[in-house]
């Protein structure tokens, strides 16, 4: 776990939820491995509620025919939407949904044409979209070949995770955290707007998949020392300007 020092860094240097989202997946997961599925579910729409990755676990208990998970997901969910359009108005929740939403699953919160943003989103933007201010010379100017190739990206890491794993629940630990250690890694790389504060979250699926190899010395001390780097290199990356 300390091994995330600059994430770890980050979140205290500046405040950041990230520590609340770990926690609140690592609870998931053990209400997963305690058979307490509306838990499970609870928590994760929870995390859901402060960064829109895990709300994709919703797939996963479909996959995995977790109905009460997966009810328990989007239950919460659905109380914190009426909860917070109750608070703040109806307005700015549709606002949200209908405008920020989309624009951040693509990367477009902030300059998505910035090589500081490593994710293929940023670099497919760089490419192929054209912005007078931003990008004014793309390689191709074709956002038709970006509509094809970003979500081919994303299902190039989703179909074989789904493909490979059963689609009733695992009968072992060691099953569940290889699973849960994969899609959530799949989710962290599949991120349009990385940073290092994101990756804290990292730690679940690490020390999960450290746990299953525990038998298997070299293949942990290869996870170890590539987490490591993951982390010590982001202390060279120079801080994204803004785009104003």
């Known amino acids: 776990c300390l091994l995330a020092f600059t994430p770890l860094r980050a979140n205290f240097l500046y405040g950041q939820m990230h520590l609340l989202v770990l926690l609140l ?3 998931a997961y053990v209400c997963y491995r305690k058979d307490k599925p509306t838990a499970c579910g609870a928590s994760i729409a929870l995390a859901a509620a402060l960064k829109v990755y895990p709300v994709f676990f919703a797939f996963y208990f479909l996959w995995k025919k977790q109905w009460r998970a997966l009810f328990g997901l989007l239950g919460v969910a659905a109380l914190v939407a009426l909860l917070t359009s109750a608070w703040m108005g109806p307005a700015l929740l549709q ?7 989309p624009r951040s699953l693509q990367g477009e919160m902030l300059d998505p044409y910035h090589w500081h943003a490593a994710s293929m989103s940023a670099l497919l933007h ?10 004014p010379k793309p390689l191709f100017n074709s956002p038709g070949l970006y ?3 970003y979500p081919l990206w994303q299902l190039a890491f989703l179909v074989p995770f789904f493909a490979l794993i059963r689609t009733t629940r695992a009968s072992s630990e060691r099953s569940d955290a290889l699973e849960w250690a994969a899609l959530t890694m799949a989710l962290l790389v599949l991120s349009p707007v990385p940073s290092s504060y994101h990756f804290v979250v990292m730690i679940l699926p690490i020390v999960l998949l450290v746990d299953v190899l525990r038998h ?6 290869i996870v170890v020392t590539l987490y490591g780097l993951i982390s010590a290199t982001t202390l060279w990356i120079p801080s994204r300007p803004s785009p104003l």
């Not at 606002?95 to 939403?101: C, M």
């Not at 760089?126 to 990008?135: F, T």
């Open 25 to 27: 997946m690592v609870i």
């Open 95 to 101: 606002q949200y949904i209908s405008q920020e939403l």
């Open 126 to 135: 760089r490419l192929l979209l054209v912005e007078p201010a931003l990008n």
């Open 147 to 149: 509509a094809v190739l």
């Open 216 to 221: 298997k010395p070299r293949w942990v001390a």
